[in-house]
């Protein structure tokens, strides 16, 4: 009877496992898998969130890091004229490191600065965008005369001289009497920001620059090319009608004209020179063609044959291209600025002449 009882209790006391059901377990690996997703998308979502990310229909934004292009093998005294623009209107492509520099052509009209810039222009590198700032309303105020200048520098100011990609030196050609004056210490300061170098081109000549401005203005008027003006011109032919204008200068002016310009020139050397620069005169490069290899230098892109479609419209004697020479003559005898009256360009200043301009362009 006590065996039976034990035999019972044992009995009584095993307990089976249940049976396992995989369609249960299936759920809840499914469950879980759908929570995880669920946190994984969540945390993604909340990231873009944070990039500041727009919908766009992708959940990431990937920023591509390029990586910065180097100034190998420059001084470092050189680093601050080298620049790698990039410019919003086009991609430099194979270009982008090629190291670009700055410049500005400072000169006063008829001095020969469109002649030297086309000569400039000729090299495959170089990129001389004209006068700019002869539009008023892009020197209105410093404020439009950097934003013209940082979009110039950027290569995103496009014009026929534009190199693009490949341009090594971007420029312009800037006269004294659009806003480069009135704003020159705004402006010295962003040359010495932006490494901005400037060639000072100047005629030492003044009578002959006046004769030309001279000549110039009246056929603004006059139209003697078939009814166009043409402040430069590409053929003898043409140079000949132009210099067949002979004009008359008003002799009771004539030398505080002349002075006028020569101290614009004097002041604008002083304002500008604490800028890296180099110095020329018409005179000089007309002359000694070793003058561009200078500028080549300066500008220290490689050295090439600079050449020029421009015809010189003004040669030969001032006598014979002015109606009152014997005034002239009488006016400027005995002053510093008789040299002027040589028939050949007069480089060398007489021992009994004091010209500050020249004398400052000889340095």
């Known amino acids: ?135 008023k309303v892009r020197r209105r105020n410093i404020s439009t005369i950097v934003e013209t200048l940082d979009k110039l520098y950027n290569l995103d100011f496009l014009t026929s001289a534009s190199k693009n990609e490949c341009t090594a030196a971007v420029g312009l050609k800037w006269m004294l009497n659009q806003g480069l004056m009135q704003h020159h210490e705004e402006i010295v300061e962003y040359f010495k920001l932006k490494g901005v170098s400037a060639i000072f081109l100047f005629r030492r000549n003044l009578l002959r620059r006046m004769i030309s401005i001279l000549a ?31 004009p008359t200068i008003n002799t009771s002016l004539l030398i505080p004209n002349l002075k006028q310009v020569e101290e614009l020139v004097t002041k604008s050397l002083e304002y500008f020179k604490s800028t890296r620069h180099i110095i020329l005169s018409y005179e000089d490069v007309v002359k000694n063609r070793t003058k561009l290899v200078d500028v080549q230098d300066f500008l220290r892109v490689p050295r090439q044959e600079l050449k020029s479609r421009q015809v010189k419209i003004h040669k030969g004697p001032l006598s014979s291209q002015v109606e009152n020479w014997g005034e002239i003559e009488k006016t400027l005898k005995g002053t510093h600025y008789e040299t002027f009256l040589g028939e050949d360009y007069k480089l060398e200043k007489p021992s009994n002449a004091s010209s500050p301009c020249c004398e400052i362009l000889k340095e």
């Open 216 to 246: 110039n203005s009246y056929d603004q008027n006059a139209k003697l090319l078939n009814g166009t003006h043409k402040s430069h011109v590409h053929s003898a032919h043409e140079a000949q009608i132009l210099a067949s204008y002979k």
């Open 1 to 135: 009877m006590a065996e039976d009882f034990c035999f019972w209790l044992k009995d009584s006391l095993i307990i089976k496992p249940p049976k396992k059901n995989p369609l249960a377990l299936r759920m809840v690996v499914l469950v879980f898998v759908m929570l995880c997703a669920v946190y994984i998308s969540s945390l993604c979502l909340r990231q873009v969130g944070q990039f500041g990310g727009q919908s766009t229909g992708r959940l990431f934004s990937v920023p591509v890091v390029e990586r910065p292009c180097e100034a190998a093998n420059i001084e470092p005294s050189e680093k601050p004229y080298v620049h790698f623009p990039k410019p919003n209107t086009f991609s430099r492509d194979e270009c982008a490191c090629n190291p670009v520099r700055n410049f500005a052509i400072l000169s006063t009209q008829r001095s020969g600065s469109g002649w030297f810039e086309t000569l400039l222009n000729s090299h495959m590198n170089i990129s001389s965008n004209g006068e700019i700032f002869s539009v």
